[in-house]
């Protein structure tokens, strides 16, 4: 039984530039979560997609936008990049009928120069 | 605002000692309560779990936690630590009705051979 994976591993990446992580939850699960992780700090809630539709965002600007597709997987959009955007970011399935329980990937390392 | 409290940001044992990690939440409701681990390099691992019920609850590798309401706390436990327990540890916290989990800042364990 897979976990959940995410591409790519890590990436670099020019201010200003657009970026795409890519995200497949566990098996059975219908719900991903995005999170950003700057160093030393723990994870911040990015956004919820269920359904194909984003269903609870955190406190991030526009420029972070996802998408969900029927297959569940997932992906994370940031536009104009600026240097606090270098993170790691990570993704989170769930069922959506359980308890919010949700399982991490390995989290995508995003370094903005 | 839930919010999730981590007294202690480092901690270092000796192999074989108990250890005791403190988290302390803010919320009116019953929340749901999770521990975390993160190691080096991996992905964020459930350790356990509180939704309702029996207040002692049992993890994977040996943890467990209690919730105690009157405190606000759930603190994290192990009678006899391995050396490869060491890693970043985060108290965790989602409220009724909220998808996205609040982490807390989070306490790195180090273990002393």
């Known amino acids: 039984d897979a976990g959940v994976t995410q591409s790519p591993t890590h990436l670099i990446k020019t201010r200003g530039q657009q970026v795409t992580l890519r995200c497949s939850p566990k098996?059975?699960?219908?719900?991903v979560s995005w999170y950003q992780q700057a160093l030393g700090q723990g994870p911040q809630f990015i956004f919820q997609?269920?359904?194909?539709?984003?269903?609870q965002r955190g406190n991030f600007p526009d420029r972070f936008s996802g998408h969900q597709f029927p297959n569940y997987s997932s992906e994370l959009n940031v536009n104009a990049l600026l240097l606090g955007d270098s993170a790691l970011y990570l993704c989170?399935?769930?069922?959506?009928?359980?308890?919010?329980?949700?399982?991490f990937g390995p989290g995508t390392r995003l370094t903005v120069t | 605002a839930q919010s999730v409290t981590q007294p202690d940001i480092h901690i270092t044992v000796s192999e074989g000692a108990s250890l005791e990690l403190r988290c302390n939440y803010s919320?009116?409701?019953?929340?749901?309560l999770f521990w975390y681990v993160q190691s080096p390099g991996q992905g964020l691992q459930l350790l356990l779990k509180?939704?309702?019920?029996?207040?002692l609850v049992q993890g994977i590798k040996g943890f467990e936690a209690e919730f105690k309401r009157s405190q606000s706390s759930f603190n994290l436990r192990k009678p006899s630590v391995h050396w490869s327990d060491a890693a970043e540890y985060f108290c965790v916290h989602s409220g009724a009705g909220s998808y996205q989990l609040t982490f807390g800042k989070g306490t790195k364990l180090s273990v002393i051979p």
């Open positions: 997609y269920y359904e194909e539709e984003e269903r």
């Open positions: 919320y009116g409701a019953t929340p749901y």
């Open positions: 098996s059975g699960h219908d719900t």
């Open positions: 509180y939704f309702s019920g029996d207040t």
């Open positions: 989170a399935s769930s069922w959506t009928s359980g308890s919010n329980e949700q399982y």
